[in-house]
């Protein structure tokens, strides 16, 4: 905790009452990482722009909860048990420090109290004694011995901000009392600090992907390369965690969590503990593991369920969930940067009523995905770091270039050419199946052209939404070739699916608890999934380098035409793609390689 020293206690103490004692309580008003004066002024009243802050301390310190859990455990009971649920102080790092001011020549029959408004079942205050930390109830009395070289304090957070139960906000109240009568009090406002997510401007602190394991059947040594790519990749790529591999059948890590956190000022810059966010998948089993498997001393878990009977949708998925980089914009400062969400049959997604009620970083969810079946935000838009004022630019997937690479080739004379370019290898499924149609037959296909002008136009449409709420230009938006079409159709094994019975792992819809029919009303929506597989969908790491999924298209002068096309639009700002295979295990599933990892995040930037 921190001393106030000689000067803040001369400075303080200019009031008096008429016993002479004047009771005065400060908190980080002014979030500097330190209790001070400077702490006085407006203290009483909490801010957007000041106001003290408190950690939600739900982490799990030598995995006591995690250890418990069982297949027999509920929903619900998963988050029951966290440092925080009850009055053991477990990691003292984490409190928020409070003091009162020293009061000298006290008489033996004063006494004071330390109470709590608004929030007393969602935090916990402690004091120190002798040096060591000790739980405050709400009827222990200090003795004027105590008072008077002022009380050492310190507050988190049993629980996190949630949409109509607590918004976070708490008041401390420091009173005096002489002889049993009140002769001084004073409060400070605290606010228990948002959950914020992850953007593309801080760096890979860890990757997680998904290891292949025998319930896969036939497609475990696809998944099993996928992953030994990834985990090659992370490390030259220089981050030091090893990749955290999980051993589930659900292969789409990126959909059942986003990585998150909450941070407070600290004297020696943010303090912070993560928060694994569960997507609003209740009965996801996989979304299980963020309890049971990703938590520790540094790192808790969130879920927000709500009662609806709405079946689960895949726009659920925390694939829908991007964060658009922090930028500033009509006079507002977004210093988190903004979650976004896209919505099918204009539902919006479960988990945008929590990551609201954080009030950071005012997520946007009008985006529309009715033209996609996954339904997923990073389909086809991006948010890259860049040399520029604003220090990100877009990159979004555009079918009309995808389709005028198809169109020049064929008009060059190489229409019959094979269109999609990969081969088979050794860890493929028994006798793959991979498409023979050439370039022609993929332009002729029915509604090719059509279905893909309007993939076109949604993506625009949506693009649109994001510079009107941030004021990027079109020299900021970066085009990547792609093409859509219906699902397990176009690429295809004479006439049949490219999917086979043999491959256990769920596709991206089915793992979201949906089917491939997610239309409930009368006239079905015509949903694309991307066709080759989509370069968007990689993953950003730092220093310029990006892994993307393999689009394995057309070889026409010895060079990949879509493969060739993409790494120079991420040259152009300042990306070396590197290309990774993942057409068995996750594209004919429906996803891609950002949908198969996931990526905790460099957390000590301010937001404050």
Known sequence: MYSLGKAAVLALAVATTAYGYKATILADTNRDGHVDVTDHEGKAYWTEKQGALFLPNIVDTDRRCSSQITENTTEIELAMCNDASDN???????????????????????????TLQD?????????????????????????????????????????????????????????????????????????????????????????????????????????AQFASFIVNYTAKAGVKKPVHMVEHRDIWVQDYFEPGYASIPGPNGPIYLRVNIRSSQPGRHAGRMIFSEFRSNTTGAVQYFTNDTLPRLTTDSTGNLETIPPYSYNGK?????????????????????????????????????DWLLVGHTDEYVQFLPANNSRGWVITMADPEYGMKLLKDAQANGHGTERAMSRKPESYDPESPCLPSININGVLELPEFEEINKHCADRIKYNVNIIKQETGITEGEIFRIPSLFYYPDKGLTCNATSTRRAKVQA???????????DLNRSDEPKKRMVALYPETINGVVYPQGQYMA???????????????????????????????????????????????????ARDASQKWW
Not at 506 to 516: F, K, Q, R, Y
Not at 552 to 579: C, H, L, M, N, R
Request: with cysteine.
């Open 88 to 114: 053991i102080l477990r990691q003292s790092q984490y409190l928020a420090p409070l003091r009162t001011l020293p009061i000298h020549n006290l008489s033996n029959s004063t006494t004071g109290r330390i």
């Open 549 to 599: 999924p393999n689009p394995w298209g057309p070889i026409i002068g010895g060079k990949d035409i879509f493969a060739e096309a993409v790494t120079k639009v991420y040259a152009q700002v300042g990306f070396s793609v590197t290309f990774m295979d993942d057409w068995f295990d996750h594209h004919i599933l429906h996803g891609e390689t950002h949908c198969g990892s996931n990526v």
């Open 119 to 223: 929030a007393l079942n969602k935090t916990r205050m402690f004091y120190k004694d002798h040096g060591e930390w000790m739980y405050l109830g709400k009827d222990h009395v200090f003795n004027a011995s105590a008072l008077e070289p002022g009380l050492e304090l310190g507050i988190d957070g049993r629980d996190v901000r949630r949409p109509n139960e607590w918004d976070g906000r708490v008041t401390v109240t420091f009173e005096l009392f002489e002889n049993g009568k009140n002769i001084s009090s004073d409060t400070v406002a605290l606010r228990v600090a948002p959950i914020l997510t992850h953007h593309h401007l801080q760096d890979p602190d860890q990757v997680f992907t998904v290891a292949g394991i025998d319930e896969m059947g036939d497609g475990k040594e696809a998944q």
């Open 506 to 516: 769920m596709d991206i819809v089915e793992a979201a608890g949906g089917s491939d």
């Open 333 to 369: 400062d977004y210093l988190a940067g903004r979650a976004i969400m896209g919505r099918h049959d204009n539902i919006s997604p479960t988990v945008m009523a929590l990551l609201k009620a954080q009030e950071a970083q005012y997520p946007i969810d009008t985006l529309d995905h």
